[in-house]
């Protein structure tokens, strides 16, 4: 059974930076796509970042170059650097993944965690 399980998350002022990590079981960590995704509250989810097998990435207009996708194999982990945070980051953030292989990764995915919470104040 996969199972996705995030941590990172916290309260920080604007301007700061966090870094998120999502621990993966359970899945074949290296084969397909996995990213972020954030609700804000009162707002529809929106996807962040995505990163494929080969390690190409790609972000929501509103978090490039600012947040940074990655993922450590050898551990199973994936990580969203975030640098200057902005009130607008505040969100719920969860990690999520795919269960089969598509040329372009993008959302739904078909797995995804509880989430951690971030908290941006100004």
């Known amino acids: 059974q996969v199972q996705l399980v995030e941590s990172g998350g916290g309260s920080v002022q604007a301007g700061g930076s966090l870094r998120l990590s999502c621990a993966a079981s359970?899945?074949?960590?290296?084969?397909?796509?996995m990213g972020w995704l954030r609700r804000a509250p009162g707002k529809e989810r929106e996807g962040v970042a995505t990163?494929?097998?080969?390690?190409?990435?790609s972000y929501a207009d509103s978090v490039k170059g600012r947040f940074t996708i990655s993922k450590d194999n050898a551990k199973n982990l994936l990580y969203l650097q975030m640098n200057s945070l902005k009130p607008a980051d505040t969100a719920m953030y969860s990690c999520?993944?795919?269960?089969?292989?598509?040329?372009?990764?993008?959302?739904?995915?078909?797995?995804w965690g509880k989430g951690t919470l971030v908290n941006i104040s100004s």
């Open positions: 359970g899945y074949p960590y290296r084969s397909y796509c």
């Open positions: 999520a993944a795919d269960s089969r292989w598509r040329p372009h990764c993008g959302f739904p995915m078909d797995y």
């Open positions: 990163i494929d097998s080969a390690g190409s990435t």
